[in-house]
């Protein structure tokens, strides 16, 4: 079992910046792939970008591609998100998961391939 807390999200006008944090315990956390995914009031959740166990990967959805980055801290247990010229559009609850996926290179994009789930963090960006 893999417990997962988001924080770090709130309100930011378009055009700023958001971090947010993943803390993961209960296993070996350097043994999971983490992703990110969101959620809007009204639409299904959506893939934003995954990173592999060691961080040695990342992918994006076009979305986000060049305004946000992922990273991890095996060290810390943490998987990071970071959000740059935020745009109203990225509202939403956003969502970290794991999967289990040792020295794996595979990015894993749907929500069914996920195996454990945050409670989400609300981020609001007005404009």
């Known amino acids: 079992q893999v417990q997962l807390v988001e924080s770090g999200g709130g309100l930011v006008q378009a055009g700023g910046s958001l971090r947010l944090s993943c803390a993961a315990s209960?296993?070996?956390?350097?043994?999971?792939?983490m992703g990110w995914f969101r959620q809007a009031p009204g639409k299904e959740r959506e893939f934003v970008g995954t990173?592999?166990?060691?961080?040695?990967?990342?992918y994006y959805a076009d979305s986000v591609k060049g305004r946000f980055t992922i990273s991890r801290d095996n060290a810390k247990n943490a998987v990071y998100l970071q959000m740059n010229d935020l745009k109203p559009e990225d509202t939403a609850v956003y969502y970290c998961?794991?999967?289990?996926?040792?020295?794996?290179?595979?990015?894993?994009?749907?929500?069914?391939?996920?195996?454990?789930w945050g409670q989400g963090t609300q981020v609001t960006v007005s404009s």
């Open positions: 209960g296993r070996t956390f350097s043994n999971y792939a």
């Open positions: 990173i592999t166990w060691n961080g040695g990967s990342t």
């Open positions: 998961a794991a999967r289990r996926a040792p020295f794996g290179t595979y990015h894993y994009t749907g929500v069914r391939d996920y195996d454990y």
